[in-house]
């Protein structure tokens, strides 16, 4: 099914899972702060879930009672690490046992830079995982045009859900689309982004070497953002960040993904832990980024 993108999708299944009696879905946690929204405006709890390094917690996730999860599986948001191959398994595991399905968010699966995609879960079983992704990063934002398979179970409310909601998308759009995948065109234009984020990441991963020694970043090289833990000397948190606006550079804390608001307070304090983002500035613009924040933060 053509939708406008990842958003509307889960929107979409939301309302399909709500229709059948569901009251609450798991999240990441850390996590997409859109995936709370958009289940809530279903009338769809989200329930916070949170992270070890293979994944979603799939003890936390048992015993939460929920019977779906939304997962970022190929390069976790935002922290950035890709599920084992163990955890991938037990989530579908999981979703046999309780008769439930995985939502597989896949925002920015093509781009991985030290080795080929990861494979969808979705093709692992079709039936227990709602997969959906867009062109937003691959294409423009703006052409709003994305994809989501659904299990069989959910395909006919998810359907009639689509249709009264915007009476079916932009055929012209959807037309063109396929054509520059039959033609191969989408494979190169893959390439050619590919290419130009991993230069975007390199150029960021290599100024904060040089502006902040001793930086850590983590994470897997995939994707259009990278973690960065600062050194100690960098924090407190909240006033590194006070200072990095006031130079006028954007950053978020990685702590500002937290749907629990005392992992928020916590992170306040501590090391300073950034989110940065890479995709839409040039390798020159990122290196004059790193060099205003190692000026403002004054050490």
Do not use: N
Not at 26 to 37: I, K, L, M, R
Not at 41 to 61: C, K
Not at 285 to 296: K, Y
Request: aromatic fraction near 6%; charge should be neutral.
């Amino acid at each position: 099914m053509i939708v406008s993108g990842v958003a509307q999708a889960t929107a979409l299944l939301a309302l399909a899972l709500h229709a059948r009696g569901t009251d609450a879905v798991g999240v990441e946690d850390p996590g997409s702060p859109q995936h709370g929204a958009l289940y809530a405006a279903a009338g769809v709890t989200a329930v916070p879930l949170p992270l070890d390094d293979e994944g979603t917690d799939l003890a936390a996730l048992r015993s939460s009672g929920v019977r779906a999860v939304t997962t970022t599986p190929a390069h976790q948001f935002p922290t950035g690490i890709a599920y084992s191959a163990r955890r991938r398994a037990e989530l579908l595991d999981w979703a046999r046992s309780v008769d439930g399905f995985v939502i597989e968010d896949d925002y920015d699966g093509d781009f991985r830079y030290d080795r080929a995609p990861v494979g969808a879960l979705q093709g692992l079983d079709p039936e227990r995982v709602a997969y959906a992704g867009s062109v937003s990063k691959s294409l423009a934002p703006g052409l709003r045009l994305g994809w989501l398979l659904v299990p069989e179970a959910l395909a006919e409310e998810v359907v009639e859900r689509k249709r009264t909601s915007d009476l079916g998308h932009a055929v012209l759009d959807q037309a063109l689309f396929a054509r520059f995948v039959e033609r191969g065109d989408y494979d190169r234009q893959l390439r050619r982004c590919q290419r130009a984020y991993r230069e975007r990441r390199d150029a960021l991963v290599a100024a904060l070497r040089e502006h902040f020694p001793g930086a850590r970043v983590s994470g897997i090289a995939a994707g259009l953002h990278v973690i960065a833990e600062l050194p100690l000397r960098y924090g407190p948190q909240r006033r590194f960040l006070e200072r990095v606006a006031a130079a006028g550079v954007d950053v978020r804390a990685l702590a500002a993904y937290a749907h629990a608001r005392a992992g928020r307070e916590e992170g306040e304090e501590g090391t300073p832990r950034l989110v940065l983002g890479y995709a839409q500035l040039s390798p020159a613009r990122i290196r004059d980024g790193v060099r205003l924040m190692r000026e403002a933060a004054g050490v």
